[in-house]
C-alpha cells in the first residue's frame, strides 16, 4: 500500500471556524510532512514530524497547528484563519526524515471567507 | 539562498514529439533531487537521483544527474496527451534539518 489519505478533499470555513485536516499513510514511515500549495505554484513545506515529533516549522503563523496522534496520522487544526490561507494543503510521508522519496496525499483544497 | 531552477516553465508539444525538462540547483549540503509529476491534485512520485551520470527509466521517462554542473534533465519520448501536466524538480538539501526544496515546475501540453 503506497498510499497516502487525507480528509476531507474539500473545506469551505469562516474565519472563525475551527476545523482539522487528516492524513493517514500505513506505509511504515517515519517522518511525515505538511505542505501549502498555492495555485500554480509549487509545495512550500509547513511542518515535518520525524518519529512523532516536531523537527521542523518552517515559522508558520500559530493559528496553524499540526499534531501527530501516531506514527500513521497527522492532523493540522485551524482556527482563524485568513482568506490568504485558502490553498491546495497537501501531506507526504517519507521512510525517514530527508531519506526516500515523498509520497503525497490528494489534498485538502481549503477555502477561507 | 538556495534555490531550484526548471526550464522552460511551459511547453507545448504535439503527440509523438520528445521532450527534455530541465532542472538546475545550487543548494549547500545536496542530498539527491527528486522528479514529481502534478496533474489536478497530488505530485506524484517519478525519479529519485543521487547519483551522477546513472541513467533512471521508467517507460518513456527517463532522467540523469549531473552532480559537477549541478543539473538534471527529465526526457519524454513519444509524447501522449496524458503526460500532459506540471514537472516539478525537487532537491533535498541538510541544512538545520533535511528540507524538500521545489523548482517552480514546468507545465507541460501535449496536443493530440
Known amino acids: 500500500d503506497t498510499e497516502v489519505t487525507q480528509t476531507p478533499k474539500h473545506l469551505v470555513m469562516g474565519m472563525t471556524n475551527k476545523k482539522s485536516l487528516k492524513c493517514e499513510q500505513h506505509?511504515?514511515?517515519?517522518?511525515m510532512y505538511w505542505y501549502k500549495q498555492k495555485a500554480k505554484k509549487p509545495p512550500e513545506l509547513m511542518f515535518v514530524?520525524?518519529?512523532?515529533?516536531l523537527s521542523i516549522n518552517e515559522s508558520v503563523p500559530s493559528r496553524f497547528s499540526p499534531e501527530c496522534p501516531n506514527s500513521s496520522l497527522l492532523n493540522l487544526h485551524l482556527h482563524a484563519l485568513q482568506p490568504e490561507d485558502s490553498a491546495l494543503y497537501l501531506c507526504?510521508?517519507?521512510?525517514?526524515w530527508g531519506t526516500g522519496e515523498q509520497f503525497f496525499g490528494p489534498g485538502t483544497r481549503l477555502t477561507v471567507l | 539562498e538556495d534555490k531550484v531552477v526548471q526550464s522552460p516553465l511551459s511547453l507545448v508539444v504535439h503527440e509523438g514529439d520528445t521532450v527534455t525538462l530541465n532542472c538546475s540547483y545550487e543548494?549547500?549540503?545536496?542530498?539527491?533531487l527528486l522528479w514529481y509529476k502534478q496533474e489536478k491534485k497530488a505530485p506524484t512520485f517519478l525519479f529519485m537521483l543521487?547519483?551522477?551520470?546513472i541513467e533512471k527509466k521508467s517507460g518513456r521517462l527517463s532522467s540523469i544527474l549531473d552532480k559537477k554542473e549541478l543539473f538534471s534533465i527529465l526526457n519524454i519520448t513519444a509524447t501522449q496527451t496524458g503526460d500532459s501536466a506540471i514537472y516539478l524538480c525537487?532537491?533535498?538539501?541538510?541544512?538545520?534539518?533535511?528540507?524538500?526544496?521545489f523548482g517552480e515546475g514546468t507545465q507541460l501540453t501535449v496536443n493530440p
Open positions: 507526504a510521508s517519507s521512510q525517514g
Open positions: 543548494v549547500t549540503n545536496f542530498r539527491s
Open positions: 543521487t547519483s551522477s551520470g
Open positions: 525537487a532537491v533535498y538539501e541538510e541544512t538545520s534539518g533535511s528540507r524538500l526544496t
Open positions: 506505509m511504515g514511515h517515519r517522518a
Open positions: 514530524y520525524s518519529y512523532e515529533k
